[in-house]
């Protein structure tokens, strides 16, 4: 069984985050727009801890990306990391709102070949369920300190 | 099947020659990754390896906590085929059969092919 209630910013990706967290079995789930703004979260129980999150795997992505540049002439579309006990899977979802970042943390109740089978659906799910692009969306918005406040209120039930 | 031989390729290889053998794949059993595979076309290999490690994991912690043992052999019969698994070590060996394949015959070549692994 999964660990944690899901939440969401934006609803659209609600269903299919969700299906996916019990599919694989992932004990915390974070889904995320490039520049660490967080859209929805699974198994954290502190806003900090989501921030923080969110901060590191933005980063981890953006250094994948140009080491894969570098080595691959392209950004690296996956990466794995193994812990002890847990494990974590960081990948790109493309989207017609553009690229989203999932970061996906398992144990022995899941396994990679698992979660890697059960994210090539949810990129399909929320590829087919995201609404159209409103706007050229900014690298660095000029409000994001102010929306990612809002975000995180809007996770921990303080909106 | 990959370009790349491998130290299991003639082991799935000969498995792979049996009547009703759809598909042979030595899987990892933690991660449930294909490590080596021999699959017709039309056999999502990536989506059985990774199911049926996940199924023989939960067979295995299954047959342990009702005090049966290690677990030799897993069959499971389905309308359209049958899933055949199998592990030593950290590796499992899974084989996707038709409905109709000699079961008595694969479970006996899998054995005999589980000495190959790890």
Known sequence: MSGGSLAAVERWVEQPLRRFVEDARLRRTLLLHPSGQVVAQQGFARSVDVMSAC???AGIRASAGELGRMLDGRPFGELFH???????????????RGPYVLLAVFDAESSLGLVRLYFAELAEHLAAAA??????????PSGFEQELNRNLAVLFGRA | MSGV??????????????????GSMVVG????????SNLRVGVRGDAVAALAAS??????????????????FLQLEAELGR???????????????????????????MRTALEGLA
């Open chain 2, 5 to 22: 031989q491998s130290p299991f390729s003639a082991m799935l290889s000969a498995l792979a020659r049996h009547r009703g053998v759809t």
């Open chain 1, 82 to 96: 193994a812990g002890d006990g847990r494990q974590l899977y960081l990948a790109d979802v493309a989207t017609p």
């Open chain 2, 29 to 36: 059993e933690g991660d449930g990754l294909v490590v080596d």
């Open chain 1, 55 to 57: 901060a590191l795997a």
């Open chain 1, 131 to 140: 609404p159209a692009p409103v706007a050229e969306p900014q690298v660095l």
């Open chain 2, 83 to 109: 899933l055949c698994v199998a592990g030593r070590g950290r590796l499992v060996l899974v084989a996707v059969a038709e409905r109709d394949v000699n079961v008595g015959l694969l479970r006996a070549e």
């Open chain 2, 55 to 72: 199924l023989y994991r939960k067979v295995r912690r299954s047959s342990h906590a009702a005090g049966f043992g290690g677990v030799t």
